[in-house]
T-cell receptor, first 109, second 116 residues
Framework: GQNIDQPTEMTATEGAIVQINCTYQ??????LFWYQQHAGEAPTFLSY??LDGLEEKGRFSSFLSRSKGYSYLLLKELQMKDSASYLC??????????WGAGTKLIIKP | IAGITQAPTSQILAAGRRMTLRCTQD?????MYWYRQDLGLGLRLIHY???????GKGEVPDGYSVSRANTDDFPLTLASAVPSQTSVYFC???????????????FGEGSRLTVL
């Protein structure tokens, strides 16, 4: 079956760095998305990786290893507004999205 | 501000009642989608539409129907609501018509539905 695994909840300190991991098992693979979702709000797009490696976008970076079926989202210089859920979604061979349940990130002062 | 508008924001509904969730986009995107989001589960696709006049079934279509009479509107109807349909419903759109994975998804703010 197809599956996306990510931790349910993580806690980090303001100003620090946090890495949110995502492992995937999909029938075929055509990339991986990360979305951010603040409580009670809509998910918003953060990144899309299809090739191995790290892609940096300001304080946020996303990494993909196709051989390991693994991705992570790296958040630097954490701010209180980064408290949100982070959703990982893999793209299967039919270009369908397989969503993880999300990782709730709690930032403490 | 361009984007997706959903209505209602929140609704409590008696089981067996009919309910339509409205979704309108002003970005002229080809594809539109309805997802439900439940605690502890990933987003699940209910129905989708790649272009006006066409619709398709997603992962969890039973008990729901959709229509796409024009580019902008994509209503979701629950013909006879049941408690298991209690959820937060998100409408989304994407510019490309190849499916939700062909590009960035733009989401509405969600409709929280409680079926008693």
């Amino acid at each position: 079956g197809q599956n996306i695994d990510q931790p349910t909840e993580m806690t980090a300190t303001e100003g620090a760095i946090v890495q949110i991991n995502c492992t995937y098992q999909t029938s075929g693979f055509n990339g991986l998305f990360w979305y951010q979702q603040h409580a009670g709000e809509a998910p918003t797009f953060l990144s899309y990786n299809v090739l191995d490696g790290l892609e940096e976008k300001g304080r946020f970076s996303s990494f993909l290893s196709r051989s390991k079926g693994y991705s992570y989202l790296l958040l630097k210089e954490l701010q209180m507004k980064d408290s949100a859920s982070y959703l990982c979604a893999g793209v299967d061979s039919n270009y369908q999205l397989i969503w993880g349940a999300g990782t709730k990130l709690i930032i403490k002062p | 501000i361009a984007g997706i508008t959903q209505a209602p924001t929140s609704q409590i509904l008696a089981a067996g009642r009919r309910m339509t969730l409205r979704c309108t986009q002003d970005m002229r995107h080809n594809a539109m989608y309805w997802y439900r989001q439940d605690l502890g589960l990933g987003l699940r696709l209910i129905h989708y539409s790649n272009t006006a006049g066409t619709t398709g079934k997603g992962e969890v279509p039973d008990g729901y129907s959709v229509s796409r009479a024009n580019t902008d509107d994509f209503p979701l109807t629950l013909a006879s609501a049941v408690p298991s349909q209690t959820s937060v419903y998100f409408c989304a759109s994407s510019e490309l018509a190849g499916g939700p994975a062909t590009g960035e998804l733009f989401f509405g703010e969600g409709s929280r539905l409680t079926v008693l």
